[in-house]
């Protein structure tokens, strides 16, 4: 009888699957899991809360592009402009903030325009000029980020055409 007494308990219960692994394992897979839930949480707390912080003067990093309305203008002579303009964020800037800005964009973007002439504009320099109106003019509507640093960085024509 010693014999089928050790070959039945040899073999496995019948609510038990050969297969799984003891209890104690899966306790420590759980507890193994839970830390890593709290590290990385821990992780992105930290990020958020420690966000960057920008000093006046201080360099901000590139964000996204913010493409503005194509607009035409009439000029102050009476020729048209068309512009695509785009504004470069800061990395710190959130576009779907300033999404609610842009018609004021656009306005700033018209009323620099609009006192230029075709002869005007013809030169390069004359249009980096007026980019960086258009320029202060946004950076006036978006604001800083920390009281310090801009949100909008620089300005690009991505058409333009003078008729």
């Avoid at 507890?31 to 912080?53: C, F, M, N, Q, T």
């Avoid at 920008?54 to 035409?72: A, C, E, F, S």
Wanted: proline share 7%; with cysteine; hydrophobic share 40%.
């Amino acid at each position: 009888m010693s014999t089928t007494a050790a070959a039945l308990k040899s073999q496995p219960k019948a609510d038990e699957d050969p297969q799984d692994p003891p209890k104690k394992s899966k306790k420590k897979l759980f507890i193994i899991i839970a830390v890593l839930v709290l590290l990385i949480g821990g992780y992105e707390a930290k990020a958020i809360l420690l966000a960057p912080h920008y000093k006046p003067g201080q360099k901000v990093p590139m964000g996204k592009i913010l493409p503005l309305d194509q607009l035409t203008v009439n000029m102050s002579d009476g020729h048209l402009v068309q512009a695509s303009i785009s504004l470069q964020l800061s990395s710190v800037a959130a576009p779907s903030t300033m999404s609610s800005d842009l018609p004021r964009f656009d306005d700033a973007a018209i009323g620099v325009l609009s006192t230029q002439t075709y002869q005007g504009l013809l030169p390069a320099a004359a249009r980096e000029h007026v980019k960086q109106e258009i320029l202060q003019d946004c950076q006036k509507i978006a604001g800083t980020v920390d009281g310090a640093a801009q949100q909008v960085t620089a300005i690009y024509f991505t058409g333009f055409v003078l008729q």
